[in-house]
């Protein structure tokens, strides 16, 4: 009676474990960055329309905006450009990099930062 009932509670977690680490996700998330399983905290550039290549790094404005996820069941969070533009009171975009922190999918954290003047 006990082993049907520890297989009742196995089986969905090695099924779980199996489907997170095989096909194409695997290791590569949306933007073609790695992505691990128990820990991911990866950063790169965004793609944009419009850079202004002109301007010298230190005279950017920054700014930021986030989403975050908790067990997978529960995202909030406004990660969008356009909140990171109000948040830094950006005109003209310059360049777009984003972050994201993934903690055995428990956690996850997304961050889209934008510089421009």
Do not use: W
């Amino acid at each position: 009676m006990m082993a049907k009932r520890d297989a009742f509670f196995l089986a969905p977690l090695v099924l779980a474990l199996f489907l997170m680490t095989s096909g194409c996700t695997a290791f590569y998330g949306a933007r073609g960055v790695p992505r691990g399983t128990i820990l991911t905290d990866v950063q790169g550039p965004q793609s944009t329309q419009n850079f202004e290549m002109s301007v010298q790094a230190g005279e950017l404005k920054k700014g930021t905006s986030t989403a975050e996820g908790y067990l997978g069941l529960v995202a909030q969070g406004d990660a969008s450009i356009q909140a990171a533009v109000t948040d830094g009171e950006i005109s003209n975009i310059h360049h777009v990099d984003f972050k994201t922190r993934s903690i055995l999918g428990l956690y996850v954290k997304h961050t889209t930062v934008v510089y421009g003047r």
